[in-house]
Structure formats: structure tokens, C-alpha cells
């Protein structure tokens, strides 16, 4: 089973900019998808972005298009986040996930659609 750490949380102020990192390790990233979702006080987890194995297919909330972009490196066995223009609303605890590795070709913001999750890392976005 894959396990997921990530990184790069922390405090910026609206309009500003955070990258999130997720290192994979047990087992490589290959043929998963991978996705971002968070989840802020009170409210249930939701998908932010998520990429098929071949990065080709990428699928984002619309909350965050044209804002946020989901990167992976297979060869780092990394996925990442790149946040921009972040607004107060983004904030929350991210988790990075991967699905179980079937090689999809499509990837949906659905949890149960993912197996592998790490503890997450806190965004606050404040001035």
C-alpha cells in the first residue's frame, strides 16, 4: 500500500500563493490517480483536483479553476498543488490521495474513489 506525507502548508494572505507537496513512498505512483481534496471546520471533505496516471486527464472543482494546478512527477513519486490567488475561503486541512491503481482513464473528486490518504497539512489564508 502506498503511503502519502504532505507539506507546504501554512499562512498566506489572500491573493497569495502556497505549493503543496505529497511524497509517496511503499509503493510507486505509477497508474494511480492521484487527487487533492480538503476539508475545513465543520464542513465534509471535498475534491479540489484530481489526474489520471498519465497526467493527461485532470479534473478541477470549480471553486479553484484557474487557480490551482495539480502537478505529478513520477519519477520523484511526488504529486503536488499549486495554489494561487488563494482566497480566505480556501482554507482548510489538504489531504492527498491516490486510487488503488487501475491505470483509469478518467478521475473524479469523489472520496471513495481513493484509498490512500495522508494526515494532511493546514492552509490558512488570512491577512
Known amino acids: 500500500q502506498v503511503q502519502l506525507v504532505e507539506s507546504g502548508g501554512g499562512l498566506a494572505q489572500p491573493g497569495g500563493s502556497l505549493r503543496l507537496t505529497c511524497v509517496a513512498s511503499g509503493e510507486p505512483l505509477d497508474w494511480r490517480a492521484v487527487a487533492w481534496f480538503r476539508q475545513a471546520p465543520g464542513k465534509e471533505r471535498e475534491g479540489v483536483a484530481c489526474m489520471i496516471y498519465s497526467g493527461v486527464v485532470r479534473n478541477y472543482a470549480n471553486s479553484v479553476k484557474d487557480r490551482f494546478i495539480i502537478i505529478r512527477d513520477d519519477r520523484e513519486n511526488r504529486a503536488y498543488l499549486q495554489m494561487n490567488s488563494l482566497k480566505p475561503e480556501d482554507a482548510g486541512i489538504y489531504y492527498c490521495?491516490?486510487?488503488?491503481?487501475?491505470?483509469?482513464?478518467?478521475?473524479?473528486?469523489?472520496?471513495?474513489?481513493?484509498?490512500?490518504w495522508g494526515q494532511g497539512t493546514q492552509v490558512t489564508v488570512s491577512s
Open positions: 490521495t491516490a486510487d488503488a491503481g487501475h491505470g483509469r482513464q478518467y478521475c473524479n473528486l469523489n472520496v471513495v474513489s481513493y484509498d490512500n
